[in-house]
């Protein structure tokens, strides 16, 4: 079975300090999507990033920066210089295997709520 | 193009009425699914469909139907609400080729009393 920690439930920082949002997952296969969605006050859930299991390059988008790696099980999401537009509640999303019939069911996280005080 | 769109935004219910949460998306996407919200339980997946007249259950299924007449529209009917079914809904739907990138509605808030 698939299975999402966030480890955090709440974080509160700064504005303009980095934050590192933990990810954690379990999957018995070898192939496989990672997403990470964003749920601003206003509830919608945006997406942010997608990663297949077979690239384990950190990517940046400017503030953003994600850490995958697959020897620890592990997808962390990193804002540096955070601002207060960053509080949101953030999920990690776990796919099904490419292999499944269904690779578009996600298995979330229970989502971690970050606040950027001012 | 609207993307997802869920109606009502907003739904009391008492227990035991009957309700259909309306999903429609303009994308031509194969793949839909419904997911319920939860506090301290993430998204959660109720039912889920890959094309019309095909649907399956997800990890929460019970006290939800789902129907897939048509590409575009991807109903959730609530039979006989009941208290736990309070949550906020939200329907999403994919490409069956490319990024398996979920789009996600607006959600649906539904209070059963």
């Known amino acids: 079975a698939q299975k999402v920690t966030q480890a955090q439930t709440e974080i509160s920082v700064v504005e303009k300090e980095d934050v590192t949002l933990d990810c954690v997952y379990e999957t018995r296969d070898t192939t496989y999507y990672l997403f990470w969605y964003k749920q601003p006050p206003s509830g919608e859930l945006v997406f942010l990033i997608r990663?297949?299991?077979?690239?384990?390059q950190n990517e940046i988008s400017g503030r953003y920066s994600w850490n995958f790696q697959k020897s620890t099980s592990s997808f962390n999401f990193t804002i540096t210089a955070s601002q207060v537009v960053d509080s949101a509640v953030y999920f990690c999303a776990l796919s099904e295997p490419f292999s499944s019939g269904s690779a578009r069911q996600l298995t979330f996280g229970s989502g971690t709520q970050l606040t950027v005080l001012p | 193009n609207a993307g997802v769109t869920q109606t009502p935004k907003f739904q009391v219910l008492k227990t035991g009425q009957s309700m259909t949460l309306q999903c429609a998306q303009d994308?031509?996407?194969?793949?839909m699914s419904w997911y319920r919200q939860d506090p301290g339980m993430g998204l959660r997946l109720i039912h889920y469909?890959?094309?019309?007249?095909?649907?399956d259950q997800g990890e929460v299924p019970n006290g939800y139907n789902v129907s897939r007449s048509t590409t575009e529209d991807f109903p959730l009917r609530l039979l006989s609400a009941a208290p736990s079914q309070t949550s906020v809904y939200f329907c999403a739907s994919s490409s069956s080729s490319g990024t398996r990138k979920l789009f996600f509605g607006s959600g649906t808030q539904l209070s059963v009393l």
């Open positions: 990663r297949n299991s077979f690239d384990e």
């Open positions: 469909s890959v094309g019309a007249g095909i649907t």
């Open positions: 994308m031509n996407h194969e793949y």
